[in-house]
């Protein structure tokens, strides 16, 4: 109730009051996007009462994707992730409060920065480069390609990474080691990524079911994503986890909560940036997640540095598969977290001058050693190009838990000692030189009759 003050035609003043009913509209204002590069970007905006904040976005104006916030709030911030480099993105921004007012948007564009083109000069022949044989010829050219989106298949007990080779055998001794000396004391480089946090909750009874509390997930410092068929959640850091859960018929309820079940979820790790004697490397992990239900630190670490053990135990794995260990980049180490039975596949970054010099990038592999169940594998990685500093992409897959990786250069064996004499490693090779013989003395005795 307002008062008021009424004038006669005298000049009295006469007083009363006045009731003025009605909702004030709900208006989003400020409406901004900052912080864009070729995958990320951050939308901002400020309400005239306390609402939620969702944003939608797309190639088009149908947009197909949504991220939606639950806190009540006049100030508005969103993190769009995982989005595709060098492309324009429509986008609106809706706000709603508890009187069911609604603030919607105009459609609004931004464009994602453009990925460069990368291009290492090819060696020369005969031009003093080093590694076997010269210069290979090699030439890296090509933009870094953005890891493509998972597909909804189960990967309980396959693969991440399909098809992968089948794993190489490998065999002897002695290796020539460019920076990885016993008792180097130059410290690894490690970083721990918290994954979840209370309010998210998956697979907790074996039932595939997941709930995410959305104020808890912004109190996390978590982005939510909602999809029509998953739901991504990157939990911020430095650097930070990316979790990706599969459904169809996941619900968003009240915008304060999302639930349904879930078919399989999977986790992604922002890579590990370190700096060695060899140049700047990185490494990442990509694996099932099982199971969360509450706050798990993955550590990770990078080194270029190897006891006496594990280089001892590099050299038995290649020589054991009639490979010759040629040299160690650096090795990678995942722990703290339980993924034991479920495939971990791992990404690793090298200067492409290190792969020229040992061999180039088909003698490169990855050798995995548990070292819970001590089991060992060696890996033939996939190539994945060039990434943006001109770094080579190496990824591979380990059939067993996660754990020590190393990234490792080989050299094909030709013979195999064995006491005084020199055999030749493949048998057909030795079993025609035998036939060769017996046929010789065959003709040769049987001139000797004639």
């Known amino acids: 109730m307002a008062p008021i003050f009424l004038s006669g035609s005298a000049g009295a003043l006469t007083y009363g009051k006045m009731a003025i009913s009605g909702n004030v509209p709900l208006v989003a204002y400020n409406l901004s996007v900052s912080g864009i590069d070729k995958n990320n970007a951050t939308v901002t905006w400020m309400t005239n009462g306390n609402a939620d904040s969702t944003v939608e976005y797309g190639a088009t104006t149908s947009y197909g994707s949504l991220i939606i916030n639950g806190v009540m709030t006049e100030s508005h911030t969103i993190y769009l992730i995982n989005l595709t480099p060098g492309t324009v993105y429509h986008y609106k921004v809706i706000s709603g409060d508890f009187a069911g007012n609604r603030a919607v948007s105009p459609d609004s564009t931004f464009t994602t920065t453009a990925i460069p083109v990368t291009v290492t000069p090819t060696a020369q022949s005969g031009g003093g480069g080093s590694g076997r044989g010269g210069g290979n010829g090699n030439s890296g050219l090509g933009p870094e390609s953005p890891q493509a989106a998972p ?15 089948q794993l190489l055998q490998a065999g002897p001794p002695e290796s020539l080691f460019s920076a990885n000396n016993p008792g180097n004391t130059a410290p690894a480089v490690s970083e721990s990524y918290p994954m979840g946090f209370l309010g998210l909750i998956y697979n907790a009874n074996d039932e595939g079911t997941l709930s995410i509390n959305m104020a808890a997930a912004q109190a996390a410092g978590a982005t939510i994503t909602v999809y029509t068929d998953h739901v991504t959640v990157y939990q911020h850091h430095s650097p930070g986890v990316l979790m990706t859960f599969w459904g169809t018929n996941l619900r968003v309820t ?167 004499f020199v055999w030749p490693l493949h048998m057909e090779v030795l079993i025609g030189g035998i036939a060769l013989l017996v046929v010789i003395a065959y003709f040769g005795w049987w001139k000797r009759r004639v």
Do not use: C
Request: charged content about 15%; aromatic content about 6%; hydrophobic content about 40%.
């Open 151 to 165: 597909q909804q298949a189960n990967p309980f007990g396959q693969s991440l990474l399909a098809p992968l080779e």
């Open 254 to 420: 009240n915008g304060t909560t999302i639930t349904g079940p879930v078919s399989w979820a999977e986790f992604v790790t922002d890579p590990l940036n370190a700096t060695l004697e060899i140049g700047n490397v990185s490494s990442s992990v990509h694996a099932v997640l099982p199971r969360l239900i509450q706050r798990i630190d993955l550590n990770l670490s990078i080194s270029e540095n190897l006891s006496t053990d594990t280089l001892n135990q590099f050299q038995d794995i290649t020589s054991r598969n009639n490979l010759q260990l040629d040299a160690v980049a650096y090795t990678f180490d995942v722990q703290n977290v339980n993924l034991t039975t479920v495939p971990v596949n791992v990404t690793f970054t090298i200067p492409t001058s290190w792969v020229n010099e040992h061999g180039g990038k088909d003698a490169v592999r990855i050798i995995h050693i548990s070292k819970e169940t001590g089991k060992q594998e060696l890996i033939d990685p996939v190539y994945g190009g060039i990434d943006a500093p001109g770094n080579m992409i190496f990824r591979g897959d380990a059939h067993n838990d996660a754990s020590l990786f190393g990234l490792v250069t080989v050299a094909q064996n030709t013979y195999l000692n064995s006491g005084m």
